[in-house]
């Protein structure tokens, strides 16, 4: 039988609400992800990120543009929270994360943010995947006690753009399943011009080696296949190479190693601010299908095998919130090298 979810020991034990209690208590001088604003969040003064007490939610829903084991059949229980502590020029849910003085009318309770999961769970997700939980976190935390004493048993997938701080990654040690981190820039200077943040590279590094102190290099899946334990790095192709993919894969392969997953994605296209400002001509057009395939190939050379692949073709609309087409956006990465070997 497949193995529950980490957050019901924790339950059982008492420690799950320790955990959520040390989490809250972060949120009196915030220090929740490295901008360290120290506002008090619990009086409901708003952070860097335009965020105070109560989480923000825009949507939830079976989600389809996942890699391909978080989706299914179900679908993944995608909750999109609103608002970010990134502010990237070419964010493809701006609408969602940059535009706060909308968003605060999709602030919910902790109570509502429960049932939220537990409605997913019904519906048949096979995990509740919480999109950009960075700046939520001591409240995702808290929603997740509650579904959780409610009969929530679906695995927990973080994922973040992993401008996230270490110390609350220890604290959620056991209460995600499964860490779906980006790592957006092998230069802290492009993400301070792209991302509006310091010491991007830096932080993220260190909180995905966090992430694989708690899960190591290996997907734990169950009997249907699907993943319920592990830690899979996103690599998003940006034009020009601004997002230096080989620099990065090869700090994942010698700093945690060649056999950690990673997801290679394509669907870039210039939106929001990198698509009309001329600051940001650089990020002002799709990739290339070369610039892909040069992407592609870094993986081979550097004997990456674990993990996914989009389709260049048509990638760039996959991860709408309201992606509900069930055709596979994803390949995995040894299906692929095997094919090209055969040809």
């Not at 209690?21 to 360290?36: G, I, K, N, S």
């Not at 229980?77 to 990237?88: E, K, T």
């Not at 769970?121 to 976190?137: D, K, L, W």
């Not at 708690?214 to 601004?242: A, F, S």
Request: aromatic share 10%; hydrophobic share 35%; net charge negative.
């Amino acid at each position: 039988m497949d193995k529950q979810p980490s957050y019901l020991e924790l339950l059982q034990t008492g420690e799950l609400e320790r955990r959520v209690l040390r989490l809250e208590a972060l949120l009196a001088r915030c220090t929740v992800c490295p901008r360290d604003c120290l506002n008090n969040r619990l009086e409901n003064e708003l952070a860097a990120c335009y965020s105070g007490r109560l989480a923000v939610v825009s949507s939830f829903t079976p989600h389809f543009g996942e890699e391909p084991a978080l989706v299914g059949t179900g679908g993944a229980g995608n909750i999109f929270f609103g608002n970010c502590n990134l502010r990237c020029v070419y964010c493809q849910n701006y609408q969602i994360s940059q535009t706060h003085k909308e968003q605060v009318k999709n602030e919910v309770t902790h109570e509502r943010l429960a049932e939220m999961m537990l409605e997913l769970q019904e519906r048949g997700c096979h995990n509740i995947n919480f999109v950009s939980p960075t700046h939520f976190a001591p409240q995702m935390a808290r929603a997740v006690l509650l579904a959780a004493r409610r009969g929530l048993k679906l695995p927990i997938v973080y994922n973040t753009n992993a401008y996230d701080s270490v110390e609350v990654l220890r604290l959620l040690e056991g209460i995600v399943d499964v860490y779906l981190p980006d790592l957006k820039y092998a230069e802290d200077e492009a993400g301070y011009l792209y991302s509006k943040v310091r010491g991007y590279t830096e932080y993220a590094r260190r909180a995905i080696c966090e992430m694989y102190r708690q899960m190591g290099d290996e997907l734990v899946t169950g009997e249907d296949g699907l993943l319920k334990r592990g830690l899979v790095i996103r690599l998003l192709v940006l034009p020009n190479d601004l997002a230096g993919v080989r620099e990065s894969l090869e700090w994942i392969r010698e700093s945690l190693g060649p056999r950690v997953a990673v997801s290679l994605m394509a669907q870039y296209y210039a939106t929001n601010r990198a698509g009309t400002d001329e600051r940001y001509i650089m990020l002002s057009r799709r990739i290339t299908e070369s610039e892909w395939l040069r992407a592609l190939s870094m993986l081979d050379e550097l004997g990456m095998e674990e993990g996914w692949m989009q389709e260049y073709d048509g990638a760039a609309h996959y991860y709408r919130p309201d992606f509900t087409d069930r055709e596979e956006p994803f390949k995995d990465i040894r299906d692929f090298n095997r094919a090209r070997d055969q040809v």
